[in-house]
């Protein structure tokens, strides 16, 4: 049926078009660069809003192109989380991005990066993940040094270094696979353990990297602190799931055998408890807002280790958690970092003492920040609430891990309320409108909205 290719065909025509487009509606002129930006926005919503027809159409449960591609239910969540988060960023940067020389090139970038992550949450093939993983990877090294200013250079150079050692383990991880199961594809049944050991173990390095969780965490800061705020909203957040999806495909659609499952329960827990504790234990020596974002996202991306350790001992809860906690991350990171930017273009600065007096001069950016924030602390009903629920819901046998997640999960109130004591404190802070302000308050509605029926993923899946 011609329906069931639409699922990649119209974001695929909405994203790609756009993404060529763009690069000759933007001729220099402040017209030319509105109709570029405009293009961006509505065919990222297009694209967003013919997915979710399509999987409320009930147009999944099949493959496409000689078994390479599987249309299911996860897929549309972790495509549809994406898109969510390419708007939010898109939302953020006109004003920020209007002087760029690289204006047009940066929105291109977005949209092909965002059409790569598409294709990478329908992949049902070890080349599919390549060729995603290529375009989205690529397209992410480029966003960062986009600027080309000393900072984001050299921020992205270390964020290419990295890339190119994650890659390298990745490939070396899918040779091993390819080997283990005797076939490219990720619904596989092993045949040599050993081998298959070693392949998990190189992928999780690869994608752990990407990431960013302990211990391969070194090249963050850096890139987070350093790198022009628009282009680390992007990267903190939708940045992430180039490393989130991969890994949950290669988990998620095999025959693992017993021994793997132990294999995968102990690394990923592990990797779990270290991600939370490092981060925290850091995050709370900081000062500076963006730093404090920077390190705690190791920490978060802790709790997202917890849903790969028991993903193969209860798939349902592991994967609600998985998609739940990723858009929550996303959503937050986009719109926290987009705050940062704007409040470093009002008072000058990042630090704490920077959004001191935000509540009394806009009380709406102060209540979006706040939504956000206790979002990744993980109050309800706000989405990041829920995430961290099913997670733990998840390790149900594992009691020992959630209670190290839960005390992780209490400590990092430590940096969080501080951010949000720190706005209501006296200062001299001023209303400004910007793009920057729009995407934070956007983000925050999403997220308070979409945490209102995000119980009902678990009937869903």
Do not use: C
């Not at 933007?26 to 109709?35: E, M, P, R």
């Not at 990923?268 to 963006?290: K, L, Q, Y």
């Not at 099913?390 to 109130?413: M, T």
Request: hydrophobic residues 55%; glycine residues 8%.
């Amino acid at each position: 049926m011609i329906l069931d290719y639409l699922t990649l065909i119209l974001p695929s025509i909405f994203l790609l078009a756009s993404s060529i487009s763009i690069l000759y509606l933007d001729n220099g002129s402040d017209k030319g660069f509105s109709n570029a930006y405009k293009v961006a926005i509505i065919s990222s919503i297009l694209a967003l809003f013919s997915l979710i027809f399509l999987w409320s159409y009930g147009v999944y449960g099949f493959t496409l192109f000689s078994n390479t591609i599987y249309v299911d239910q996860l897929g549309y969540l972790f495509a549809i989380s994406s898109l969510i988060g390419l708007v939010v960023v898109l939302v953020g940067l006109s004003q920020h991005i209007h002087e760029w020389k690289t204006r047009s090139s940066m929105l291109s970038l977005l949209l092909l990066s965002g059409l790569g992550i598409i294709y990478m949450s329908f992949a049902y093939n070890v080349l599919v993940i390549l060729t995603a993983w290529g375009i989205s990877s690529a397209a992410s090294y480029a966003i960062v040094m986009l600027r080309k200013d000393e900072n984001s250079v050299s921020a992205g150079i270390k964020y290419l270094i990295m890339g190119l050692v994650s890659s390298s383990f990745m490939i070396l991880g899918f040779a091993f696979y390819i080997v283990a199961t005797g076939t490219l594809s990720l619904h596989y049944q092993v045949q040599y353990s050993s081998l298959m050991f070693m392949a998990i173990a190189f992928l999780a390095v690869s994608f752990l990297f990407k990431i960013g969780a302990f211990p391969f965490q070194g090249w963050l800061p850096d890139v987070y602190t350093k790198a022009d705020r628009i282009s680390v909203a992007f990267i903190s957040s939708i940045g992430k799931l180039i490393g989130i999806i991969p890994l949950v495909k290669v988990l998620s659609l095999g025959d693992p055998t017993h021994s793997l499952i132990i294999l995968t329960v102990v690394l990923f827990s592990a990797i779990s408890i270290a991600s939370m504790t490092v981060g925290n234990v850091i995050a709370f020596s900081r000062n500076d807002v963006a730093s404090v974002l920077s390190f705690s996202s190791v920490a978060q991306m802790g709790f997202i280790a917890i849903g790969f350790a028991t993903i193969e001992i209860d798939p349902k809860l592991a994967e609600a958690g998985l998609v739940i906690q990723s858009l929550a991350y996303v959503l937050a990171q986009a719109g926290l970092f987009n705050l940062v930017n704007h409040v470093e273009k009002v008072s000058g600065t990042s630090r704490l003492e920077g959004i001191r007096g935000l509540s009394k001069s806009d009380k709406s950016l102060t209540a979006a920040s706040t939504i956000l924030l206790l979002s990744l602390l993980g109050l309800p009903p706000i989405l990041g609430f829920w995430g961290k629920l099913f997670l733990f819901e998840s390790a149900f046998d594992f009691p020992w891990l959630i209670i190290i997640a839960v005390i992780n999960s209490a400590i990092s109130s430590g940096y969080y309320i501080p951010i949000i004591r720190e706005m209501f404190r006296e200062g001299n802070s001023q209303y400004v409108k910007s793009d920057e302000r729009d995407s934070v308050i956007m983000a925050a509605i999403l997220s308070i909205g979409i945490g209102l029926i995000s119980p009902l993923l678990l009937v869903i899946l």
